[in-house]
């Protein structure tokens, strides 16, 4: 089992930055692959990044991809997203999963993931 928290999010102009995290308890959090969804208002939760047990194969989306960086430290429990030049259409619910123990590839699809943090706003201004 893995219970996930993220923080992080806030208000920020356009071309800034934050970096989310995501605290993981459960012993399993090191044999999990990790990613982070966002969800928009009336649209549905899409695939950020996602990073991979060991240090590290990772997966972007394209619309973040050269702006955004995920890395997980898994001595803390912790995931990170580093998100720089960010763009209004940014603008979501960020949220944090996990596969569960075992899995070895990553996936996009929401429904591969079997726990959820409970989100963190991210608005992003022109």
């Known amino acids: 089992q893995v219970q996930l928290v993220e923080s992080g999010g806030g208000l920020v102009q356009a071309g800034g930055s934050l970096r989310l995290s995501c605290a993981a308890s459960?012993?399993?959090?090191?044999?999990?692959?990790m990613g982070w969804f966002r969800q928009a208002p009336g649209k549905e939760r899409e695939f950020v990044a996602a990073v991979t047990r060991s240090v590290g194969t990772t997966d972007y989306a394209d619309s973040v991809k050269g702006r955004f960086s995920i890395a997980r430290d898994n001595a803390k429990n912790t995931v990170y997203l580093q998100m720089s030049s960010l763009k209004p259409e940014d603008t979501a619910v960020y949220y944090c999963?996990?596969?569960?123990?075992?899995?070895?590839?990553?996936?996009?699809?929401?429904?591969?993931?079997?726990?959820w943090g409970q989100g963190t706003q991210v608005t992003v201004s022109s």
């Open positions: 459960g012993r399993s959090f090191s044999s999990t692959i």
């Open positions: 999963a996990a596969r569960r123990a075992g899995s070895v590839l990553i996936k996009r699809n929401p429904g591969e993931y079997d726990y």
